[in-house]
């Protein structure tokens, strides 16, 4: 798999990603102009897809809101990582009459759970960087969920891997949790060394990597903040019966429902009732309603 680097500048006009195939690039979105694919929102993430995974992506090249919903292989997932595909769809789903929807790449993740995304506007904005916080809502978009692509992070620079050798001298390695657990926390540290300790925006989230003899171990989400045993306040992979009574396409009622899987915050519904699309098990509140509503637990259907 590709090494990720992250793009917070525009690409040259002769760059091969955003070129159209038919003008010698690689990009097989939408020609727009004379020879570039962008600015398009699609096209710009097609391509940007293709740099960083240094292959041809197996995304789709329709409309942006239909990227979610395509069988290209790839992982799907309500929480951020680095290199994944943000998508929102605006109106009906397949219906381009009422909106196209929105595609971005996060290039990077804040302590407060904040999106870093490169995007391009259909004719109108080459590239442009925008910061989106949870829960990654778009004025008069909705949220569908990210795509992850086959991707790996940056290595620690050798200097960090020294500094973890002096570590490992004086920090009991607790690690009490594994690659892909689910844990849940009100903070976070900035980096591995426990440097910071921040209020965290997001309240849940999965392992990616474990960086041993740390103080704070646990990578989470490939980048939204570090966490120690200290800090998990629960995990649901382990200390949750999971009850799970519904399956996709039950209609379910609420009054209430969380803005994320992991049951960050409860808000009041504006709907009570809907259809579970999609389920998350082993977190708080597993069952997605109408593609992007929110999301209810067992508790909460009435």
């Known amino acids: ?42 096209g710009y993430a097609w391509g940007r897809a293709y740099e960083i995974m240094n292959a041809r992506p197996n995304l789709c090249k329709g409309n942006a809101e239909n990227w979610f919903i395509y069988n290209d292989g790839y992982g799907r997932g ?38 870093v995304t490169s995007n391009s506007g259909y004719k109108s904005t080459r590239f442009y960087i925008k910061e989106i916080k949870p829960p990654y809502s778009l004025n008069g978009y909705t949220f569908q969920g990210f795509i992850y692509l086959p991707i790996v992070t940056e290595e620690p620079k050798q200097e960090e891997v020294k500094q973890e050798d002096n570590t ?26 426990g440097n910071k300790k921040v209020k965290s925006a997001i309240h849940g989230g999965t392992i990616t990597k474990i960086y041993f003899g740390r103080k704070a171990p646990y990578l989470i989400n490939n980048g939204s903040g570090f966490v120690s045993d200290d800090l ?71």
């Open 168 to 193: 490992n001298q004086n920090v009991t390695n607790n690690t009490n949790y594994k690659v892909g657990d689910i844990v849940h926390f009100d903070y976070m540290y900035t980096d591995s060394y």
């Open 78 to 115: 309500d929480t951020p990582k680095v290199g994944a595909i943000a998508c929102w769809q605006k109106g009906e789903v397949r219906n381009g009459n009422d909106g196209a929807g929105h595609v971005a790449i996060v290039e990077s993740i804040k302590s407060d759970g904040t999106i």
């Open 232 to 302: 998990i306040i629960n995990n649901f992979n382990n200390n949750t019966t999971l009850k799970n009574n519904y399956k996709v396409g039950d209609i379910v009622h609420f009054d209430y429902f969380y803005t994320d899987s992991y049951g960050s915050k409860k808000v009041k519904s504006a709907i009570h009732s809907g259809t579970i699309t999609k389920i998350y098990s082993g977190r708080k509140a597993p069952y997605l309603i109408n593609n992007g509503s929110g999301f209810v637990s067992d508790d909460l259907i009435i």
């Open 1 to 42: 798999m590709s090494v990720f680097k992250e793009r917070l500048t525009a690409p040259s006009t002769s760059d091969k990603y955003w070129i159209h195939t038919s003008k010698g690039g690689v990009n097989e979105c939408i020609l727009i102009g004379t020879k570039s694919c962008i600015p398009n929102c699609v």
